[in-house]
């Protein structure tokens, strides 16, 4: 049974940082796309990271652009969101998600397995 934990989450003042953390189990993701979402309160779910299988191209949303890195470590069937600067508006439940790779491209419709969530709150 796959399964993908995320960790990391909690509460921040506003400029400081937070690495999240996915962990894949149940069978490897090495071949797989792998992305950060979240979503706010009375939002939908927005994609704010992916990172291609190999690990060299990635793609941020504008929103966290230079402030967040995604990473991934396919031996530890692991991928990471380093987030720097955070700011109250990036309160959020962060979600793992793994679609079919090869390339830095997600959509939510792609995704064939999400986690479960971890929340972030960024207080001013």
């Known amino acids: 049974q796959v399964q993908l934990v995320e960790s990391g989450g909690g509460l921040v003042q506003a400029g400081g940082s937070l690495r999240l953390s996915c962990a894949a189990s149940?069978?490897?993701?090495?071949?797989?796309?792998m992305g950060w979402f979240r979503q706010a309160p009375g939002k939908e779910r927005e994609l704010i990271a992916v990172i291609s299988w190999t690990g060299e191209d990635t793609v941020y949303a504008d929103s966290v652009k230079g402030r967040f890195t995604i990473s991934r470590d396919n031996a530890q069937n692991t991928v990471f969101l380093q987030m720097n600067s955070l700011k109250p508006d990036d309160t959020a439940v962060y979600y793992c998600?793994?679609?079919?790779?090869?390339?830095?491209?997600?959509?939510?419709?792609?995704?064939?397995?999400w986690g479960k969530g971890t929340q972030v709150t960024v207080s001013s």
């Open positions: 149940g069978r490897a993701f090495s071949r797989n796309t």
């Open positions: 998600a793994v679609s079919a790779g090869p390339r830095a491209t997600m959509s939510r419709s792609a995704v064939d397995y």
